[in-house]
């Protein structure tokens, strides 16, 4: 049986054999081979879309994380909201972790992928912070946020991303420049509304001199009277003496009621010096001054010739009487004596008003000389002469006449769409007018910097508690109407309307036409935001600065970390 | 004989001789057909896994060039999504009135390319992309998945999906608290 069922293999069916034991494993040599090709390169392109994801989880965290930075830096209270408000004495940064716990849940979603963010959280790192100008309380700076995240690819092999990336932060005053939050008014250039006059000052040389004669006659001629009386009385029947009503001579010999002229009210105003105020109310015809003034002393001058006349009517007909018959004159010269005290009267009246005006004007604005003036003017300087740059640097928005064809409607959509609006928004307007023109209810805390013209109407905030405006002008701002907002019009001021009202304060340079200066002004006190030094800000309302962030990265860097 | 075979030709005369003998003694034989379909059969068997991971590493190529298409697709989806403003997402939703907070946003990418749509079922590609927002912190999230099916009524519907938080990018100028 054997010997039947063996097949004989010659040396070709060998070789054939051999040749296919060969094909097979080479073969399974290529096959695995492949496979392992395969294998490897599937462990590539695995690790290699693990990375992009692991690059995206990074890019969800920093995200993340800068929402939570975004809200923390602006809310009163969190640490991130002092930090970010330190005054930048120098340029050192300072760091920080955020959770982040959204992109946790993402990484735990991925189930059929295993990822793991190092420490949960995104490291933070403020780079560098400098202030504008030598103002140390307005910076900016750059903050980093970097994010690692693993992912197992499979074979022990990891893939590490590190996503770093880096934002620029901006940390502004959100109210009108210090130290001008504490006023209601300030006017730098006073010329056109108060003339230093030598006219006043004659006036009241006038009205002093005339009070003092008065003073000193008034006595005496009364004294004269009661000695002429008593004299005459002896020759009168006794019915006659008794009737003599002295309590009249008494009633008209009395002095009025006329007011020493006070030392402290500033009649003479000197050339060098600026106005401003700190009163809770005004009313900016107060600062017509020399116009109501001109007016009441038209009056008085006609009440000093009356006076002199009346004085000089007296005298006549005292020494007539005394000359000639004196009972028959006295009853005349009694009666000369009333115009003389009513027109003396009219004259301490006029006197007082014109007091009182100028009491109103002293008890409602300052005058600012030698020192104290040079000390606010630098301020003022500082602030009318920043140059257009330094507001775009600070801008958190800008609009470009040359790029808005409607520059009135673009602030009124970027006021609506981005609400509350914060920050500063500087308009570059050398040509075209900024109208702001009936907003009812404005949400935010927003300073509006126009290199140009802008005009204002029927303006008010939502909530005075939350919202705050101010409006800086580097062209002519024209005013009208209601205005909830602090107004800085570093050039020209003009005002529509009789019905202007400003609740804020009013930063002024100059007023070109007096005339028009007109409406009532409410300091609001909220729109004081404290005072700094250059070492220290213990003083100052952190919650008036506000921190922003760019809305894109301005450097982004992907780092392949130790796979 | 012994001592010829000490010398040079006549040891491999010797040896030859042993070698005939032994055949001589074994007599002619090969392998048995059972050998041969033995060793066939082992070596088939053992070339199966072979062939099974030239299949699978075939599969396998396929997949990941599906895998690795998808994988650029939603990223080329994500990062289109994430450069509309947060505001905009919610109004690229496909339906007019979005009843939640969670909108499919319409899909602009182009079609797919017919060499991937030919090797695949006839409907056996889907695109995704869903918006929500998150809470009230001013993040939401994009979510792409795309599904895809190689023809066969065994095949099932292969996955990739893509997740990524994005912000409001003017976030931070928005906030609103009490002075």
């Known amino acids: ?563 | 004989m012994i001592q010829d075979s000490f010398r040079g030709v006549g040891i491999r005369l010797k040896v030859m001789d042993v070698g005939t003998m032994y055949k001589r003694a074994m007599g002619p034989r090969g392998f048995t057909l059972a050998e041969i379909l033995l060793a066939i059969t082992i070596l088939v068997l053992c070339l199966f896994p072979v062939m099974q991971m030239l299949q699978s590493s075939s599969t396998k190529s396929s997949f990941n060039e599906y895998y690795v298409f998808a994988h650029i697709r939603a990223v080329s989806i994500l990062d289109a999504y994430a450069g509309y403003a947060f505001e905009e997402l919610t109004t690229l939703s496909l339906s007019p009135t979005p009843s939640s907070n969670i909108v499919e946003v319409a899909n602009s990418m182009s079609p797919l390319p017919e060499e991937y749509k030919r090797r695949l079922d006839p409907d056996g590609w889907e695109e995704k992309c869903v918006f929500s927002v998150l809470g009230t912190d001013g993040l939401g999230k994009l979510r792409v998945l795309i599904r895809w099916k190689f023809p066969g009524p065994q095949q099932p519907w292969r996955e990739y999906q893509l997740e990524r938080i994005v912000m409001r990018r003017n976030l931070s100028l928005v906030q609103q608290y009490n002075l």
């Open chain 1, 1 to 563: 049986m054997t010997g039947h069922s063996r097949v004989r293999l010659n040396s070709r069916g060998g070789i054939f054999l051999t040749l296919l034991v060969i094909v097979l494993a080479s073969l399974a040599i290529l096959g695995i081979y492949n496979y392992r090709l395969v294998e490897r390169v599937t462990l590539d392109v695995g690790a290699s879309t693990l990375g992009d994801n692991a690059s995206f989880t990074a890019q969800s965290a920093i995200d993340e994380s800068l929402a939570y930075i975004s809200q923390r830096v602006n809310q009163p209270g969190d640490e991130l909201f002092s930090l970010f408000r330190d005054q930048a004495t120098s340029s050192e940064g300072f760091g920080f972790t955020i959770p982040v716990p959204r992109t946790r849940e993402i990484i735990e979603n991925y189930s059929f992928m295993d990822y793991l963010l190092h420490n949960e959280s995104v490291q933070a790192e403020v780079l560098f912070q400098k202030s504008y100008g030598k103002l140390p309380y307005e910076k900016f700076g750059t903050l980093k946020l970097s994010a690692i995240v693993t992912a197992r690819a499979g074979f022990g092999r990891r893939v590490h991303r590190r996503l770093d990336s880096r934002h620029e932060f901006k940390t502004v005053l959100i109210g009108p420049p210090r130290p001008f939050d504490q006023l209601s008014f300030y006017l730098h250039d006073y010329r056109g509304i108060l003339n230093p006059s030598e006219g006043d000052q004659s006036d009241n040389n006038k009205i002093q001199s005339s009070i003092d004669d008065l003073s000193t006659r008034l006595p005496g001629i009364r004294q004269a009277y009661v000695d002429i009386l008593e004299s005459m009385k002896k020759e009168w029947p006794p019915e006659t003496a008794e009737n003599i009503p002295y309590d009249q001579l008494e009633q008209l010999f009395t002095q009025p009621p006329l007011e020493a002229l006070p030392s402290t009210v500033p009649f003479l105003f000197p050339r060098d010096m600026v106005l401003y105020s700190q009163a809770e109310a005004l009313d900016l015809d107060q600062l017509h001054l020399q116009k109501r003034v001109r007016l009441i002393s038209a009056g008085i001058q006609q009440a000093l010739v009356n006076a002199k006349v009346a004085n000089l009517a007296l005298d006549a007909c005292l020494l007539l009487s005394l000359k000639k018959d004196i009972k028959k004159n006295l009853q005349k010269c009694i009666i000369l004596i009333k115009p003389m005290t009513l027109s003396m009267v009219e004259l301490s009246k006029k006197h007082t008003e014109r007091l009182n005006v100028y009491r109103g004007f002293q008890d409602t604005f300052q005058i600012a000389t030698g020192d104290q003036k040079s000390k606010i003017v630098k301020y003022f300087y500082k602030y009318k002469s920043r140059e257009k740059s330094f507001w775009e640097k600070k801008a958190f928005y800008v609009l470009d006449e040359e790029k808005q064809l409607d520059l009135s409607k673009a602030f009124e959509e970027l006021i609506t769409r981005y609400t509350p609006t914060n920050g500063v928004v500087f308009v570059k307007n050398p040509t075209k007018t900024l109208r702001v023109h009936s907003i009812p209810q404005f949400e935010g805390k927003l300073v509006v910097v126009t290199s140009g013209k802008v005009v204002l109407q029927n303006i008010s905030v939502k909530s005075p508690p939350q919202d705050l405006l101010t409006f800086i002008s580097y062209g002519k701002m024209k005013l009208g109407g209601s205005i909830q907002a602090s107004l800085g019009p570093m050039s020209e001021m003009e005002i529509a309307g009789t019905d202007l009202r400003i609740d804020g304060n009013l930063v002024l340079d100059r007023v070109i036409n007096p005339e028009d200066l007109k409406g009532v002004l409410s300091y609001d006190p909220r729109i004081a935001s404290g005072t700094t030094s250059p070492d220290s800000d213990s003083n100052a309302k952190k919650s008036y600065y506000y921190v922003g962030f760019g809305p894109r990265a301005i450097a982004k860097s992907f780092h392949r970390v130790g796979d």
